[in-house]
């Protein structure tokens, strides 16, 4: 059975950093496509960052430039480091993970990703 649990969350202040880290147990994150998902109160979940099978990753452009996802597989984590954060950026950050073939591009649907964690809060 596949758990995804986030860590890292917490305030900064606008131009700060935080990493937000998603531990993956029950299978390798390699095997998966993931994605990092935010909601702020009153709004639709919404896709930040994803990770293919391959390595290659793409961004929300409120994101890009500022967020960088990565993966490592000796600790089976998934990473969102978040850099010159803008209170905009405030929500609650969800990992997400989906198993699919070693080419496929997920792209940042929620509807597509089948395992979540529980969310990490980040305010700013």
């Known amino acids: 059975d596949v758990q995804l649990v986030e860590s890292g969350g917490g305030s900064v202040q606008a131009g700060g950093s935080l990493r937000l880290s998603c531990a993956a147990s029950g299978r390798p994150v390699s095997s998966f496509c993931m994605a990092w998902f935010r909601q702020a109160p009153g709004k639709e979940r919404q896709g930040v960052a994803t990770?293919?099978?391959?390595?290659?990753?793409s961004y929300h452009d409120s994101v890009r430039g500022r967020f960088t996802v990565s993966r490592d597989s000796t600790q089976n984590t998934l990473y969102l480091q978040m850099n010159s954060l803008k209170a905009e950026d405030t929500a609650v950050y969800y990992c997400?993970?989906?198993?699919?073939?070693?080419?496929?591009?997920?792209?940042?649907?929620?509807?597509?990703?089948?395992?979540w964690g529980q969310g990490t809060q980040v305010t700013v």
């Open positions: 997400a993970a989906v198993l699919c073939s070693p080419f496929a591009r997920p792209g940042l649907l929620p509807g597509t990703y089948n395992l």
């Open positions: 990770i293919e099978r391959s390595g290659d990753t």
